[in-house]
């Protein structure tokens, strides 16, 4: 399945954020998006979801514009970890994560069997089996973010999009999220902050700076210090890592 990003423009608050962003996505498994702070990385990722709706130009799956798909199928083709989340919840971790669940429920529809193996299947694969009766509020930071992504995966969409996921977590859970990630078989967008785990782990980056698209292609070609200075406006050394060769930003 196809994304495509149709020379939208979006406005916040009678500011024009995005500037006619034209892009598609679907042949590679693992996208970055990357870029300075308000340079519209979150808000372009909003728009893949009905977050957020552009005043021009329109976002379409496999040819068909996302204003013509209901909300409730729209929650069957793409799956959202948001950057801001709500960890207060009493909820239990195996509750939290049937949650996923809910777009192919109507109206009063309990979960079945199905769903609650699918669950419990999910968590066994996240390694999170024996937080299942736990309640989420009482978790780490980096233990809620597996539990809301095992949440997205039993949402079983072709589409994952994950705003900023590895903000607050430490090394161990950046690294064990992102590792569980590229052994998924979907189609993901990721928005980052770290430039060395986005070279380390996208497929494909798109560079963002003031609203614009300012590049775009795999890591090992673009990742450079003349594009970070350009987009950042900093001075930085850019190494291939000593295992892989995946570049390395130094600042």
């Given at each position: 399945?196809?994304?495509?990003?149709?020379?939208?423009?979006?406005?916040?608050?009678?500011?024009?954020?995005?500037?006619?962003?034209?892009?598609?996505?679907?042949?590679?498994?693992?996208?970055?998006?990357?870029?300075?702070?308000?340079?519209?990385?979150?808000?372009?990722?909003?728009?893949?979801?009905?977050?957020?709706?552009?005043?021009?130009?329109?976002?379409?799956?496999?040819?068909?514009?996302?204003?013509?798909?209901?909300?409730?199928?729209?929650?069957?083709?793409?799956?959202?970890?948001?950057?801001?989340?709500?960890?207060?919840?009493?909820?239990k971790v195996i509750?939290?994560?049937?949650?996923?669940?809910?777009?192919?429920?109507?109206?009063?529809?309990?979960?079945?069997?199905?769903?609650?193996?699918?669950?419990?299947?999910?968590?066994?694969?996240?390694?999170?089996?024996?937080?299942?009766?736990?309640?989420?509020?009482?978790?780490?930071?980096?233990?809620?973010?597996?539990?809301?992504?095992?949440?997205?995966?039993?949402?079983?969409?072709?589409?994952?999009?994950?705003?900023?996921?590895?903000?607050?977590?430490?090394?161990?859970?950046?690294?064990?999220?992102?590792?569980?990630?590229?052994?998924?078989?979907?189609?993901?967008?990721?928005?980052?902050?770290?430039?060395?785990?986005?070279?380390?782990?996208?497929?494909?980056?798109?560079?963002?700076?003031?609203?614009?698209?300012?590049?775009?292609?795999?890591?090992?070609?673009?990742?450079?210090?003349?594009?970070?200075?350009?987009?950042?406006?900093?001075?930085?050394?850019?190494?291939?890592?000593?295992?892989?060769?995946?570049p390395v930003v130094?600042?």
């Open positions: 399945m196809e994304l495509g990003v149709h020379e939208i423009k979006v406005a916040l608050e009678g500011t024009e954020i995005l500037h006619g962003i034209n892009l598609s996505l679907g042949e590679k498994r693992l996208t970055g998006i990357i870029g300075p702070n308000g340079s519209g990385k979150s808000t372009l990722i909003k728009t893949f979801y009905k977050a957020l709706s552009p005043f021009h130009g329109y976002i379409s799956y496999d040819n068909e514009r996302l204003e013509d798909i209901s909300q409730r199928r729209c929650a069957r083709i793409t799956a959202v970890l948001p950057q801001h989340k709500d960890g207060s919840t009493d909820l509750n939290v994560v049937m949650m996923g669940r809910y777009p192919y429920k109507g109206f009063m529809e309990s979960m079945g069997h199905d769903d609650e193996e699918l669950t419990k299947k999910t968590l066994d694969n996240l390694g999170l089996q024996r937080f299942a009766q736990r309640k989420f509020f009482s978790l780490s930071g980096g233990e809620k973010q597996l539990v809301l992504l095992a949440r997205a995966l039993v949402q079983d969409t072709p589409w994952l999009l994950l705003d900023e996921p590895t903000n607050h977590l430490d090394i161990q859970h950046q690294l064990r999220l992102l590792n569980i990630l590229k052994e998924l078989d979907k189609k993901i967008v990721v928005v980052f902050h770290d430039l060395s785990l986005a070279s380390k782990y996208c497929d494909e980056l798109f560079v963002m700076k003031d609203g614009l698209l300012v590049a775009q292609g795999d890591p090992m070609d673009i990742m450079t210090s003349e594009l970070i200075h350009k987009v950042y406006n900093i001075e930085a050394l850019v190494i291939p890592h000593p295992i892989g060769g995946r130094l600042l």
